[in-house]
């Protein structure tokens, strides 16, 4: 004679948490990992959808032959802006109960691009950045094409560099410079453009760990 059998769980959400609990704690160092290997150059460089700084007008500008004049730097300067965004002014923190990425660290960027030519001349600047922050040149900036005669043989129209700072009224100088205003505010801009992007690839990513630790 067939019997009559029941199976009774007991507080089945509570058992569900605690699964769901550990899969999320074995979750969290594999995200860490990614985020730091992945999202990170992403967010730099460019990648899973994401525009990175480097393809921001700011970046675009001060890799340009005028900007590289304006700022009297070499090509060589700017990645070093990037590399130090790469290691320094993103963080990831990973807590038991949530996790924070950490954007911004202006000391550890003055500190990663010093002025090659600080303290030379009249040049006493630490960082190129100083002047994206909006301090001011008492010369102005001249292109390569309006300059002729003997400050053609200036060491900053070299390649690939295309023009000086003068001071006011040589070949048109304003005798005043400033970076470019609309560009100053590029981190802001840049954020406020891929957030939204960010925060779902961290989301999607974060599910597809958290599912695998689950049924493991």
């Known amino acids: 004679m067939a019997g009559k059998w029941e199976v ?3 507080k089945p959400l509570e058992t ?3 699964h769901a609990n550990d899969a999320w704690t074995r979750s969290m160092p594999e995200l860490d990992k990614w985020m730091r290997a992945e999202l990170i150059p992403s967010l730099v460089y460019g990648g899973n959808g994401i525009a990175g700084i480097a393809q921001t007008d700011f970046y675009r500008f001060i890799t340009s032959e005028r ?3 304006e700022l009297g730097i070499p090509a060589s300067e700017p990645p070093k802006l990037l590399n130090a965004y790469a290691t320094d ?9 949530h996790m924070v990425l950490e954007f911004g660290n202006y000391v550890k960027l003055k500190a990663a691009t010093p002025h090659p ?5 009249h040049l ?3 960082s190129w950045l100083e002047w994206v922050d909006g301090l001011e040149v008492g010369r102005g900036f001249v292109p390569r094409e309006n300059i002729h005669g003997r400050a053609t043989r200036a060491i900053r129209l070299g390649d690939p560099l295309g023009g000086l700072m003068l001071p006011r009224g ?6 005043l410079w400033r970076f ?7 981190e802001t801009k840049w954020f406020n453009q891929n957030f939204q992007r960010i925060e779902q690839t961290i989301t999607d990513k974060m599910l597809e760990i958290f599912i695998t630790k689950l049924i493991s």
């Open 89 to 97: 002014a993103f963080k990831v923190r990973i807590h038991k109960s």
């Open 16 to 18: 569900l948490r605690i």
């Open 180 to 186: 470019p205003a609309q560009l100053r505010d590029y």
């Open 170 to 175: 040589a070949y048109g100088s304003t005798g």
């Open 8 to 10: 009774k769980l007991v």
């Open 124 to 126: 006493h600047i630490e």
């Open 117 to 121: 030519a600080n303290g030379t001349g």
């Open 67 to 69: 900007g590289l004049s």
